[in-house]
């Protein structure tokens, strides 16, 4: 079964817009972590954040800002005033206590900004 | 950059051969954990390696295998390879397991005809 649901295939947004990215995660443990990670053309997976399950405070860096909610099991990742620089490919990841060596990945969303 | 690199970064292969790629783990980092990423999807894991020992594995076949040095380094082998094989192929090293940041390498493109 999908751990990480990344239910957007593709977002386009003309530059300045905000943009949201969502993410929907299923697990068991009481302990795991979250990630998100953001992939250029070049293929490098550039890691963003990592949250705790026991952390919900929403966590705001530069234009980008990150809404936890255990509740609705979701992760979610908004990129404000976006710039052209910030089209790549967006994925969201999980990695349980009981297999904490591993991480699981969303299928991704590709977020293209024209300018 | 994140200092892990990879090499090659692109390689094409026939069906039924071998080929085997490579990892340098960022300064400090004793575990490797070796990626699968098919075009459109995200990575799928194959198997991390700590002190030399393989420490988790994914759902691949046997003719995955790997190997880690004793400076971290990695290997990846793929035995008899298949078109569906053909994918880019991350690896990432990090520090006593996925707890703690995972940097990537660029990746390998590999192709197999």
């Known amino acids: 079964a999908q751990k990480v649901t990344q239910a957007q295939t593709e977002i386009s947004v003309v530059e300045k817009e905000d943009v949201t990215l969502d993410c929907v995660y299923e697990t068991r443990d009481t302990t795991y972590y979250l990630f998100w990670y953001k992939q250029p053309p070049s293929g490098e997976l550039v890691f963003l954040i990592r949250?705790?399950?026991?952390?919900?405070q929403n966590e705001i860096s530069g234009r980008y800002s990150w809404n936890f909610q255990k509740s609705t099991s979701s992760f979610n990742f908004t990129i404000t005033a976006s710039q052209v620089v910030d089209s790549a490919v967006y994925f969201c990841a999980l990695s349980e206590a009981q297999d904490d060596y591993k991480l699981s990945f969303g299928a991704g969303t590709t977020v293209t900004v024209r300018a | 950059e994140t200092g892990v690199t990879q090499s090659p970064t692109h390689l094409i292969k026939t069906r039924g051969q071998q080929v085997t790629l490579r990892c340098s783990s960022q300064?400090?980092?004793?575990?490797v954990s070796w990626y699968q990423q098919a075009l459109g999807q995200g990575p799928q894991f194959i198997f991390q390696?700590?002190?030399?020992?393989?420490?988790g594995r994914g759902n691949f076949p046997p003719r995955f295998s790997g190997l880690q040095f004793p400076n971290y380094s990695s290997e990846l082998n793929v035995n008899a390879l298949e078109l569906d094989d053909s994918a880019l192929y991350l690896c990432?090293?990090?520090?006593?397991?996925?707890?703690?940041?995972?940097?990537f390498g660029q990746g390998t493109r590999l192709t197999v005809v």
């Open positions: 949250r705790n399950s026991f952390d919900e």
């Open positions: 300064s400090g980092h004793n575990t």
């Open positions: 990432a090293s990090s520090l006593q397991g996925l707890n703690t940041e995972a940097f």
């Open positions: 390696y700590y002190r030399e020992e393989e420490n």
